[in-house]
């Protein structure tokens, strides 16, 4: 079974996992790849600063 990306998934884990997450974070205002906070910062944390629904986040970059 291949690993998810979850609420807990640090923003870097997220890009390793899904090579498209860049533009996917990026569609959403989320320009957290050129920030440092990145690579400490969860997809959760991320997605409560930029106010954007978590969950629908997560589902398309599962998906």
């Given amino acids: 079974m291949e ?5 807990n998934t ?3 884990e997220a890009v390793e996992l899904n090579p498209k997450a860049p533009e ?3 569609s959403h ?3 957290c790849l ?3 906070i990145a690579h400490g910062e969860t997809i959760e944390e991320a ?5 954007i629904d978590v969950d ?4 398309e970059l599962n998906a």
């Fill in 47 to 51: 997605a409560m600063v930029h106010g």
């Fill in 29 to 31: 205002g989320m320009h």
């Fill in 56 to 59: 629908e986040l997560i589902n």
């Fill in 3 to 7: 690993k998810k990306i979850d609420k």
């Fill in 24 to 26: 996917i974070l990026m």
């Fill in 10 to 12: 640090l923003i870097m």
């Fill in 34 to 36: 050129g920030c440092a």
